[in-house]
């Protein structure tokens, strides 16, 4: 079945760091694939998502790009701040129809100020 | 932005009991999700519903559980009777079509003792 696999459970910054969490996928095809996050107490946010080989999706300043050959979707962020610490999800949905998202299991991020 | 709320959001429930979880999803959403997630794991999908039908549902979707949605109600999660390892916290979300992104409630945190 389809998985994706996110390669930190934890990152620890300080701020102004380079961000880059790591996310691979496994499915047939060309399932969309998202990035999600979840600050505490609350449900998963959407933040963006890619669909194409190459696309780059991006949202307050974190991007990714398709990567099909790679099968990857790594999230990155120039300059992070103390406001961007929650947890990650990469997540991806086949294109097969009516399909669920099904998440990675998430990264903790930490900034310290 | 619109919101998805679930009630309520703490729940404790003996063992063997019946539970009902609610969630009011965003008013022009067509399809609805549950999650589920325990402490510190991966959020697993449970089942999803459309137009007054389960349409997947996941092996964590047990016997003990039913959704429905009557009447343009709350979309709810039933669980009876309740076990230990039901134990989690129970994501609701709601998208308007099969290949929109979610839009994820706050959660209902179930402990069942």
């Known amino acids: 079945g389809d998985s994706v696999t996110q390669t930190e459970g934890q990152v620890a910054l300080s701020e102004e760091d380079f961000l880059t969490i790591h996310c691979n996928y496994s499915?047939?095809?060309?399932?969309?694939l998202f990035w999600y996050v979840q600050y505490p107490g609350e449900g998963p946010q959407f933040l963006f998502r890619a669909s194409r080989d190459k696309e780059k999706g991006s949202s307050r300043g974190f991007e990714a790009t398709y990567n099909k050959e790679a099968t990857s979707f790594h999230l990155q962020k120039a300059s992070v701040q103390e406001s961007d610490s929650a947890v990650y999800y990469c997540a991806l949905r086949s294109n097969y129809g009516n399909e669920k998202i099904t998440f990675g299991a998430g990264t903790k991020l930490t900034i310290k100020p | 932005g619109p919101k998805v709320l679930q009630i309520p959001s703490h729940q404790i429930i003996d063992m063997g009991q019946m539970v009902t979880l609610n969630c009011d999803p965003v008013s022009n959403h067509l399809y609805f999700y549950w999650y589920k997630q325990i402490l510190g794991q991966q959020m697993e999908f449970l089942v999803n519903f459309y137009n007054g039908k389960v349409m997947e549902k996941s092996k964590l979707f047990k016997d003990q559980f039913s959704v429905e949605r009557p009447d343009g109600s709350y979309f709810t999660l039933k669980i009876q009777p309740t076990a230990l390892e039901d134990s989690a916290v129970y994501f609701c979300?709601?998208?308007?079509?099969?290949?929109?992104?979610?839009?994820f409630g706050s959660g209902t945190r179930l402990l069942v003792i």
């Open positions: 499915a047939s095809g060309y399932p969309a």
């Open positions: 979300a709601s998208s308007l079509g099969w290949d929109s992104d979610y839009t």
